[in-house]
């Protein structure tokens, strides 16, 4: 109790975000029983990473993800260029809105590179197009006019599956719901809802769909206890609109110190994680005094 007090005197103590890249397959990392070795993107007290996707292309790993800014209390969307060796090239904010944005969802339909952030203080899901890679996104298409909470998109054969939890919702981790629709820039609310998923520990998505080997799997937030407790990885036995099927295989915890773990993506090199963990900062000598002259007084 002591130490609880004089950590708290001494510091700023804050439960942050920070984003990790592996250099391994996805499926070395689910399956394996080994401890991997994670490189840990640092950034400034004042901010804190998240929800990272990734894309390959010529040697270099550029890293989308959301930076939230305390002063600002909302986040902006980035892309962070890596070399093989994971040195940092770049770092640029892609979308700043004046509004919130996070979960970054990358995918490709037809040569060209889309995103589908979650802007849930816009009230509404939106697909971005990239004109100038990687740094240049522009408005697309508005899918749905209600705030989706990690929204993910999957084609199978002609079909494009939405799958999605609802923003500022009492369900929101937990009631995980299904739209289909044919045409990806069509109107998806005229589309047929259905629940595929209600329960705190695998509804919320927690990156994208990934195909290993012949089996698709999906990955989702355990958010039993509290929001993005560790990732839940499901296979999915059956697509389909009116009988989806997955199952749960296991459920991924972070070898190093962490008190949450939400986002898992991956490419051909990398696989990419993020942790919540604590951060402290040494508060200045005139704080210290303030609070100790407040302390001798009320004694």
Known sequence: MIIERLKYFFFNVHNDWQIGVIHSSLKNFIFSEDDPKIK???CGFKVYQADPFGIERNGNLYLFYEEFLKEKDYAVLKCMVLNNQLKKLEDRII???GTHKSFPFL???DDTWYMMPESG??????????NEFPFVWKQKHVILSFACSDAI???VENTWLLFYTKSNTKDENKTLYLRKSEDLFGNWELESETIVNNDDYSSRNAGSIYKIDEDYFRFAQNCSNSYGENVVIKKVNRFSFDDYKETVISE???PENCNGFHTLNANDSFVLVDRRRYRYQLKSISVIFRQLKKFIIKS
């Open 107 to 109: 995918f490709e339909s």
């Open 252 to 254: 991924k915890y972070l």
């Open 153 to 155: 998109l999957q084609k």
């Open 121 to 130: 203080a816009l009230n509404k899901l939106e697909i971005y197009e990239c």
């Open 40 to 42: 840990w993107i640092t």
């Open 95 to 97: 979308l700043d809105d």
